[in-house]
């Protein structure tokens, strides 16, 4: 069974990254050319020539088309050949496939599957990477594990109080009983600590923003969209100000925003952001927010890529599930619901084959 189903928006890039270059990317098992037109839309291209195969992020751009750095085939934004050389008839048949395409919430979205089938209105929200009313920044990083060991990272945040004991993590997140919905495309995990010691982290954001020491009210609220997207709504609030019952007025918030593309079985981009709704001019915040988020997720790196070795090295191990993992199971369910969908015995499929990364 496939690890990730092939109909679904997938980010392959963080906006910035595509320019008026060729930028190679694999995203579900499939190589992809990507680079911007002249008026600023992302092209997404197969990275292999129709001719030879040689990859067309090998080539050049002229203008909005892609020219093949071997023998020189050209192909305009749709995938089609437009020029041979030495030849005055284009083979019908010359053309890569081009990928459905869209650029939102600061993320250039790809979609492996059936062109037919890419609604932009399923593209995951992520609006707080952009909205005024919250100051975002993030990064990409390309993990050596399988993406669904990302998303149970994210879906257990137990994980805080032992991989991120010097900044998030706490006894208290490991033991504050939690509240586990799903809906179709949907899982959260909702966690309250109420009246705690801050972590070292949100005592420092609490003290920035407010001015405030002393216990705090903190949640965790976690949300899945299937097949790879989690948002985590995160903060503090004085103890006993009402964030519980709604009045976040007097904390902290913040969103981690986390959408993981396969690559490949094994390996996956990992798109990250933090936004705040506190100091939102103050920019060196943004930077230092950055960097520390980035500083917490090389320890959770060290740790997936290290289970992804062990899980290699025993084909067909079965897991043992304990309660903290129910937002996880759930994840994956969902994911494992999308795949089936996308199954050969199944008389809906309008799957595109694919071509194997090798
Ligand atoms: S391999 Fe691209 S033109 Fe020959
Ligand atoms: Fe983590």
């Known amino acids: 069974m496939n690890t990730h189903p092939l109909n679904a928006w997938y980010a392959a890039a963080y906006d910035v990254e595509v320019q008026r270059q060729l930028t190679s990317r694999t995203v579900a098992n499939q190589k992809m050319v990507l680079y911007r037109q002249l008026d600023g839309q992302v092209v997404a291209l197969e990275d292999a020539c129709w001719h030879r195969l040689l990859p067309l992020s090998m080539g050049r751009l002229d203008g909005d088309e892609l020219v093949c750095g071997y023998h020189g085939l050209v192909y305009n934004a749709q995938g089609q050949c437009t020029h041979m050389p030495s030849q005055e008839t284009i083979n019908p048949s010359a053309c890569v496939r081009a990928y459905p395409v869209a650029e939102k919430h600061r993320f250039v979205w790809v979609w492996p599957g059936d062109p037919l089938l890419a609604d932009p209105a399923l593209i995951p929200d992520l609006h707080w990477n952009h909205d005024p009313a919250w100051a975002a920044d993030g990064k990409l990083i390309t993990v050596a594990c399988d993406y669904r060991l990302v998303l149970d990272n994210l879906m257990d945040l137990t994980h805080e109080t032992f991989v991120h004991g010097s900044s998030i993590g706490n006894r208290e997140v490991a033991e504050a009983p939690f509240v586990t919905t799903h809906g179709d495309r949907f899982a959260t995990v909702t966690r309250w600590m109420e009246n705690i010691e801050p972590p070292p982290f949100w005592a420092s954001q609490l003290y920035q923003a407010r001015g ?133 015995d199944d008389p809906q499929r309008r799957v595109i084959p694919l071509r194997s990364v090798a």
């Open 212 to 344: 405030y020491r002393g216990k705090v009210d903190r949640w965790q609220i976690i949300r899945f969209e299937a097949p790879c997207t989690v948002t985590i709504d995160v903060g503090v609030a004085p103890a006993g100000s009402g964030a519980p019952q709604g009045d976040r007025s007097q904390g902290v918030n913040g969103f981690v925003l986390n959408t993981i593309s396969p690559q490949t079985d094994t390996t996956c981009h990992y798109f990250w952001a933090f936004a705040r709704n506190y100091c939102l001019t103050e920019q060196r915040l943004t930077h230092q927010l950055r960097e520390g988020v980035a500083g917490i997720f090389r320890e959770d790196e060290a740790v997936l890529e290290a289970q992804q070795q062990a899980i290699n090295a025993r084909p067909g191990h079965r897991f043992y599930n304990l309660n903290i993992d129910a937002g996880a199971m759930w994840a994956r369910k969902l994911i494992d619901r999308l795949v089936a969908a996308e199954t050969p």
